[in-house]
């Protein structure tokens, strides 16, 4: 997983800018496809990404996922990762919705540059805090570009109105220049080379040699044909656990059919 895959492979467990692009998008489009099914993912974190054999991630336990009856509704419970939560899910007042998992994807992209989660501290208690009421700050150790931090301060707004992806989902981040010099369709049809590939044996097990690919931009050298439509598959369950505190709804596995290969 990519949990495995960013402690073990780099020193000081730090993935460059390029590579962090490449990851971003991928689950970036994932949520996205989620969201116009109504479905919050809830559970954001590198231990529920799988690197596949060709390089590209896959989103995996659905089991805090809510399926929302219309995108007017709210969920109410409780649920995810401590240092991946939102903070209108730490507050508890008014509900929360699809943004929550965009929250968890700027910590997640903070996670890979700087090697910690923006508000991390062993108190539980105090990370909360942390999360609902401090700013964002980046270590000076590492030397991050401003455009990468503006996609981070976007994706932790506080406010969840506000917050990149709330309002028109991934087409939100592709006007950062972050983004600029990469095609998403490209990322979304697996026509980028990928930075890392893991090394298969006969009996389809990932080995851990790895091997490592050039950097992607706009019109890199097309690997796979695109089809058009076609979005990420999502590995699931055929059993997905509502919480019942807040009314959930399981979500349908023919909902998900289409999310791709």
Same mark, same amino acid.
């Given at each position: 997983d990519l949990y495995n895959h960013f402690n073990s492979s780099y020193k000081n467990r730090i993935f460059d800018e390029e590579k962090t692009k490449f990851y971003v998008i991928q689950i970036a489009l994932a949520l996205d496809a989620l969201h116009k099914r109504k479905i919050i993912y809830r559970d954001l974190k590198p231990?529920?990404?799988?690197?596949?054999?060709?390089g590209y991630l896959k989103l995996i336990d659905f089991g805090l996922s809510k399926q929302l009856k219309t995108n007017q509704d709210k969920a109410m419970s409780f649920c995810g990762t401590p240092e991946y939560t939102a903070p209108e899910i730490i507050k508890g007042d008014s509900g929360y919705s699809y943004s929550c998992d965009w929250w968890s994807l700027g910590v997640l992209m903070y996670l890979m540059l700087f090697s910690v989660t923006p508000f991390y501290h062993r108190i539980q208690k105090v990370m909360f805090d942390k999360i609902v009421n401090n700013r964002v700050k980046y270590p000076v150790t590492v030397n991050i570009g401003n455009n990468a931090k503006e996609v981070i301060n976007g994706l932790l707004e506080k406010d969840p109105l506000k917050r990149i992806g709330t309002n028109k989902g991934v087409e939100d981040l592709k006007q950062f220049k972050f983004f600029e010099e990469v095609d998403f369709r490209l990322v979304l049809s697996k026509k980028v080379n990928a930075p890392f590939v893991p090394t298969v044996d006969k009996d389809n097990?990932? #080995?851990?040699?790895?091997?490592?690919?050039k950097n992607f931009k706009k019109g890199a050298e097309?690997?796979?044909?695109?089809?058009?439509?076609?979005?990420?598959?999502?590995?699931? #369950?055929a059993s997905v656990e509502s919480d019942k505190?807040?009314?959930d709804v399981p979500v349908n596995e023919d909902d998900i059919d289409q999310l791709g290969r």
């Amino acid at each position: 997983d990519l949990y495995n895959h960013f402690n073990s492979s780099y020193k000081n467990r730090i993935f460059d800018e390029e590579k962090t692009k490449f990851y971003v998008i991928q689950i970036a489009l994932a949520l996205d496809a989620l969201h116009k099914r109504k479905i919050i993912y809830r559970d954001l974190k590198p231990e529920n990404i799988v690197i596949n054999n060709d390089g590209y991630l896959k989103l995996i336990d659905f089991g805090l996922s809510k399926q929302l009856k219309t995108n007017q509704d709210k969920a109410m419970s409780f649920c995810g990762t401590p240092e991946y939560t939102a903070p209108e899910i730490i507050k508890g007042d008014s509900g929360y919705s699809y943004s929550c998992d965009w929250w968890s994807l700027g910590v997640l992209m903070y996670l890979m540059l700087f090697s910690v989660t923006p508000f991390y501290h062993r108190i539980q208690k105090v990370m909360f805090d942390k999360i609902v009421n401090n700013r964002v700050k980046y270590p000076v150790t590492v030397n991050i570009g401003n455009n990468a931090k503006e996609v981070i301060n976007g994706l932790l707004e506080k406010d969840p109105l506000k917050r990149i992806g709330t309002n028109k989902g991934v087409e939100d981040l592709k006007q950062f220049k972050f983004f600029e010099e990469v095609d998403f369709r490209l990322v979304l049809s697996k026509k980028v080379n990928a930075p890392f590939v893991p090394t298969v044996d006969k009996d389809n097990a990932v #080995s851990s040699t790895y091997i490592y690919t050039k950097n992607f931009k706009k019109g890199a050298e097309v690997i796979t044909e695109f089809e058009e439509g076609k979005i990420y598959r999502m590995n699931f #369950s055929a059993s997905v656990e509502s919480d019942k505190g807040d009314g959930d709804v399981p979500v349908n596995e023919d909902d998900i059919d289409q999310l791709g290969r």
